[in-house]
């Protein structure tokens, strides 16, 4: 077989509102010819590439095992977001106006590296890695695929698929700040966040990068969950409001940027022993710490403009909690009479609040 070549495939054209579908049957065996799985990543100027999750290994070889014994069946598409090589001709006009018969063309090249391939798998990375692997000479699958508009369509397109089963939430924050079209609203009220979060990991300045744990930032140790609850706080109900335009949702990105970087170096400059652990080791950088001194910085820089965030006042308060702080060692006392040892209190709401409360009368006086 050439290297090169068209694959015809009879299809469905699916019309659904003004998108398109198609519905067609492929050898298995031939996906990964026109097709590539594109995990997220990000390349040497911190823009991402890719969206799938990494590969599950074990799960991979229990499909294969399975399709290798007597009647294997997979009934569940295989969905494909294409490019604008793939094209559609119709061969036959149809009673059904929202469905028309006709051929689905894939340009194949098995020369072309993954990155130029005119196919994506969006959902079926394992089925289709199994099938690839089995010892098997061909599996015919259901699969359904649309042209995509740009990568932006396809990473929406990703999310909006799998929102139904469980994604890892550290991947949606990655690919939600550079998504398109339609979202449910828990995604879209979490795009802000995740872009600051983002820019705050990637930048390359400020404490935060390199520091928070995502796909495409592995070595990082600060959890991204608490990073962006402490973010969508601000965002809606604390300092970083005054930035943010209300009617949709965007806002001043570069000032809100400022404003944090501002207050966090000052954070990391007055515990900068403590900034540097791990947060097994540190409880400024665990969950508890960030979200409490979120509330802290809201507290202190409410209306405050980004440009005079980093003042005397500001340092001023943050040294001041030195004294009844025990990041590393020592016990936390509070007001209460309740103590606990350093590393006593977790990334819970009952032990957040608790230390949040500790030290926003603090900084109030």
């Known amino acids: 077989m050439a290297d090169r070549y068209e694959l015809r495939l009879p299809a469905l054209e699916v019309r659904q509102g003004d998108k398109k579908i198609y519905c067609f049957a492929v050898d298995g065996k031939k996906i990964h010819s026109f097709a590539a799985v594109s995990r997220v990543r990000r390349d040497d100027t911190s823009s991402l590439q890719g969206y799938q999750r990494p590969e599950v290994l074990s799960h991979i070889r229990g499909i294969r095992r399975y399709l290798e014994s007597d009647g294997a069946m997979l009934p569940n598409a295989l969905v494909l977001a294409f490019d604008e090589n793939v094209r559609f001709e119709s061969t036959t006009r149809s009673n059904v106006g929202y469905s028309v018969p006709?051929?689905?063309?894939?340009?194949?090249?098995?020369?072309?590296?993954?990155?130029?391939?005119?196919?994506?798998?969006?959902?079926?990375?394992?089925?289709?890695?199994?099938?690839?692997?089995?010892?098997?000479?061909?599996?015919?699958?259901?699969?359904?695929?649309?042209?995509?508009?740009?990568?932006?369509?396809?990473?929406?397109?990703?999310?909006?698929?799998?929102?139904?089963?469980?994604?890892?939430?550290?991947?949606?924050?990655?690919?939600?700040?550079?998504?398109?079209?339609?979202?449910?609203?828990?995604?879209?009220?979490?795009?802000?966040?995740?872009?600051?979060?983002?820019?705050?990991?990637?930048?390359?300045?400020?404490?935060?990068?390199?520091?928070?744990?995502?796909?495409?930032?592995?070595?990082?140790?600060?959890?991204?969950?608490?990073?962006?609850?402490?973010?969508?706080?601000?965002?809606?109900?604390?300092?970083?409001?005054?930035?943010?335009?209300?009617?949709?949702?965007?806002?001043?990105?570069?000032r809100m940027l400022l404003h944090l970087r501002s207050f966090w170096t000052i954070v990391k400059e007055t515990y900068s022993d403590a900034w540097k652990l791990p947060p097994r080791q540190s409880r400024l950088t665990h969950g508890v710490g960030i979200q409490a001194l979120g509330f802290v910085m809201d507290t202190l820089t409410d209306d405050m403009p980004a440009e005079k965030v980093d003042c005397d006042e500001v340092r001023n308060a943050i040294l001041g909690l030195m004294p009844i702080t025990a990041w590393t060692s020592g016990m936390w006392r509070f007001a209460d009479g309740e103590q606990r040892r350093w590393n006593g209190l977790q990334n819970t709401p009952n032990d957040i609040r608790l230390l949040t409360n500790l030290l926003v009368r603090a900084v109030r006086g």
């Open 102 to 254: 006709g051929e689905l063309i894939i340009p194949v090249d098995e020369s072309l590296p993954d990155t130029e391939k005119p196919a994506l798998i969006v959902d079926g990375q394992q089925r289709s890695a199994a099938i690839r692997d089995a010892d098997l000479a061909e599996f015919p699958v259901a699969a359904v695929g649309f042209i995509a508009d740009n990568q932006e369509d396809q990473r929406s397109q990703f999310i909006l698929v799998n929102s139904t089963k469980p994604l890892p939430k550290g991947l949606i924050h990655e690919l939600l700040p550079e998504t398109s079209g339609h979202l449910p609203p828990a995604y879209v009220r979490k795009r802000l966040p995740a872009q600051l979060m983002t820019r705050l990991n990637t930048d390359g300045q400020g404490p935060f990068y390199g520091r928070i744990d995502s796909p495409t930032s592995p070595d990082g140790n600060i959890k991204d969950t608490s990073i962006l609850r402490m973010l969508e706080h601000s965002l809606f109900e604390g300092a970083l409001y005054q930035y943010r335009n209300p009617e949709d949702g965007t806002g001043d990105v570069d």
